[in-house]
Nanobody
Framework: QVQLVESGGGLVQAGDSLRLSCAAS????????MAWFRQAPGKERDFVAA????????FYADSVKGRFTISRDNAKNTVYLQMNSLKPEDTAVYYC????????????????WGQGTQVTVSS
């Protein structure tokens, strides 16, 4: 059974940094795509970043390029999202996902999801 658990969210000020973690179990982590999405109140779930384990390819949404970095520690079955220069518009619940069954950047392309962790950025 695949389980994903996010952690590391919190309340920060604009310009600050956070590192989110997602611990995975129940699958072959090293060859699995891992992705981060976020959902703000009243909005759809949007793509943030993804790391394809088999090809080592990295993808970022335009809104976070240059500020966020996705990385993974295969030995720990954990994927990270380092978020720098945070802005109020980054406020959202952040979710990790795996089990890619479609497009890398679409929420519908993933089978397994964590419960999410809240990130709030004050101005």
């Amino acid at each position: 059974q695949v389980q994903l658990v996010e952690s590391g969210g919190g309340l920060v000020q604009a310009g600050d940094s956070l590192r989110l973690s997602c611990a995975a179990s129940g699958r072959t982590f090293s060859i699995s795509t891992m992705a981060w999405f976020r959902q703000a109140p009243g909005k759809e779930r949007d793509f943030v970043a993804a790391s394809r384990g088999s090809s080592t390819t990295i993808f970022y949404a335009d809104s976070v390029k240059g500020r966020f970095t996705i990385s993974r520690d295969n030995a720990k079955n954990t994927v990270y999202l380092q978020m720098n220069s945070l802005k109020p518009e980054d406020t959202a619940v952040y979710y990790c996902a795996t089990g890619r069954i479609g497009s890398t950047s679409d929420a519908s392309g993933y089978k397994y999801w964590g419960q999410g962790t809240q990130v709030t950025v004050s101005s």
